[in-house]
């Protein structure tokens, strides 16, 4: 190498690296909630600060410069796994198919994951004790259920005229059977939609006798 290159290398190596922009408040807390959502429904709303650092990989005063104590984090964390707004998004995103057995069983599966995902929270959340205190509730269970049947009521109203009963109590019949499908999985996912929409009665049951 010549001294021509090596001062030039030399230079190059000593040229200060770009540090990476620090996260924004608003993205910090984001990511130590993602970070502890996985936790509360593996362990519990007890679990300790300490070991919410360790999974977020950042010190445990972060934490507290984020939130203002635990609960206030825990409190932060349930409202966002209870939060109806993605589930609603989701099931607004297969509104155009044509097949009506198609949309309600995509928003079978949503609202499946949805109940199996949040049931370990209800369960650490009624168990505990804790008392979860922000200036916000952390979530309105009856709007949050509101919220979802009328996107269920919304998905299927254009086929309204199919139905015997109105879309709105289609909805509330599909989300009863998946809410405690989900409890004791008597039926397959798929299954709920044909119930929903043919009853139990087989086609040759179905079929009116001859005169």
């Known amino acids: 190498m010549s001294a021509h290159s090596f001062r030039v290398?030399?230079?190059?190596d000593a040229s200060p690296r770009r540090r990476?922009?620090?996260?924004?408040?608003?993205?910090?807390?984001?990511?130590i909630i993602a970070a502890t959502l996985p936790l509360l429904r593996a362990e519990g709303v007890h679990v300790s600060s300490k070991r919410i650092?360790?999974?977020?990989?950042?010190?445990?005063?972060?934490?507290?410069?984020a939130f203002p104590d635990k609960?206030?984090?825990i409190s932060a964390t349930l409202a966002h796994a209870f939060d109806p707004a993605?589930?609603?998004e989701s099931i607004k995103a297969v509104a155009g198919d044509p097949d009506v057995r198609f949309r309600l069983k995509t928003a079978v599966r949503i609202l499946t994951r949805r109940f199996r995902d949040n049931a370990p929270l209800m369960m650490s959340l009624r168990g505990s004790g804790l008392a979860v205190v922000t200036t916000t509730p952390v979530f309105d269970p009856r709007e949050a259920l509101t919220g979802i049947s009328?996107?269920?009521a919304e998905l299927i109203k254009d086929d309204a005229d199919s139905f015997r009963l109105p879309p709105e109590t289609v909805a509330s019949l599909l989300i009863s059977m998946v809410f405690f499908n989900n409890r004791s999985e008597i039926l397959p996912e798929d299954q709920i939609v044909d119930v929903v929409?043919?009853?139990?009665l087989s086609p040759e049951a179905k079929k009116e006798p001859a005169c």
């Open 9 to 12: 290398a030399a230079v190059t």
């Open 20 to 31: 990476v922009s620090p996260l924004t408040p608003e993205d910090r807390r984001a990511a």
């Open 53 to 65: 650092a360790e999974c977020a990989g950042v010190a445990e005063g972060t934490i507290f410069r």
């Open 71 to 73: 609960n206030a984090l």
């Open 86 to 88: 993605p589930t609603i």
């Open 150 to 152: 009328d996107a269920v």
């Open 197 to 200: 929409l043919d009853g139990v």
